[in-house]
């Protein structure tokens, strides 16, 4: 599956819900592998702000994200909605810091994206893999995630309230081409008793019964009422319902607070900036602990990123060289042939095995009572594959031998010590010239890269 971006620009215009301010949110189109990403045009020099965990600088009821001192602030609906159709790279501008709330859901994003139209584009999504169980729970909230392997992404939301103005609920959303229908309509809410405090604050300059649902937990005067009407831009507000929803407002489903913090899972892990395979089960979410499990996810892909690459290794199958026809090919011998067999070879790359045993002779002064490989005997390893992946392009293989030329970025990240096996990964960085063989090595224990480096060898015929 590619990438894919709008086909042309549009805009949603409305007012902040904490602020109170008016905004103009314009998307753009944007080029591969830009994620998205927000632009405050109204300064006197523009600044871009990545949806990005690491620039995330608040919170407390929104998502906000942030660069020293400039903001852009609940990001996470049109977010939200820019996972719910599929889209990867997109630029936003806004000429304020803060986004619309319009009604407080995702509905009328994505219906502005839908005008904007979805395009493909020519490069191929790359995903977030869930390969075993993720446990996760935020401390200062007490959200609980678990995520587990799975083909498509999933969500699970699971609600419990202290109050009996809502019922304990769940929602969840088993394929991402449900969202507009099933998820996008539902809309923000809020409980009266954290409603006096929000507008008490100035926190809700741009609420009201049009964008959130407040949910009456509690009783109070008539003069507090009339106050927050006011405050809220309503002629009356009344708690005397059957459902427990201030002026009786009806919900568009039964469980839409679970629906909408579903929602708002979706939109803060758009910070990962890349989709997701996995499931995710969510219990009590909210923004701050969105945001640690995002940043769970992103270190997680940055690290299959790095390993993209690894080869698989089956030790039951058969190799295609072993420890015999290796030696026929190398001069290397005990102690310095440091493969033990050959389990992949193509015209580009070579790779290869080596086990580490306690009877390595290197062992024996390095170092006493503290075996280590050392690092170049690495280096040395990751050659002698690459020699034997130059020598498999000669007519008679025995009669040439490689010589080390220069060694090039060596990094050494783990300590390789008895019990390890070593992968060893050599790729051709450009085709042989002159005998002249430039390669990219690359050694794993497990997964991690424990060195790697780029090695140039000369292959010289034999005398």
Known sequence: MNQHTIEKSVSIKGKGLHTGKATTLTFYPAAVNHGF??????????????????????????????????????????????????????????????????????????????????????????????????????????AEYIVLPSDNFQVKTLLDFDTNAVDAQFASLNNIAAYKETIAPARTYVMLSDLEALAEENLIQGGSLENAIVFADKKISKNKLDELAQKLGQPKLTTDTT?????????????????????????????????????????????????????????LYKEQRKLKGKPKYDPTKAPIFDSVKIAEWLPHRYPFLLVDKIIELSDTHVVGIKNITMNEPFFTGHFPGNPVMPAVLQMEALAQCGGLLALSKMEEPEGWDTYFMKIDNAKFKQMVVPGDTLILKMELLSPIRRGICHMQGRAYVGNKIVSEGELTAQIVKRS
């Open 37 to 142: 990403r927000f632009k405050r045009i109204d300064l006197e020099k523009p600044v871009v702000i990545p949806a990005d965990p690491t620039k995330v600088v608040a919170t407390n009821r929104s998502t906000t994200l942030g660069i020293r001192d400039i903001k852009v602030q609940t990001v996470e609906h049109v977010l939200s909605a820019l996972v719910g159709l599929s889209l990867d790279n997109v630029l936003m501008e806004i000429d304020g810091e803060e986004v619309p709330i319009l009604d407080g859901s995702a509905a009328p994003i994505i219906k502005a994206l839908e005008q904007a139209g979805r395009v493909a584009q020519d490069s191929a999504r790359d995903f977030v893999i869930i390969d075993e169980p993720i446990e996760y729970k935020d401390e200062i909230t007490g």
């Open 243 to 299: 459902d427990n929803i201030l002026n009786a407002k009806k919900l568009k489903f039964p469980n839409e607070p679970s629906r909408h913090k579903l929602l708002d899972l979706i939109g803060d892990l758009a910070l990962v900036n890349k989709p997701i395979k996995g499931k995710i089960i969510a219990t009590q979410p909210g923004h701050t602990g969105n945001v640690g499990l995002a940043t769970i996810l992103r270190d």
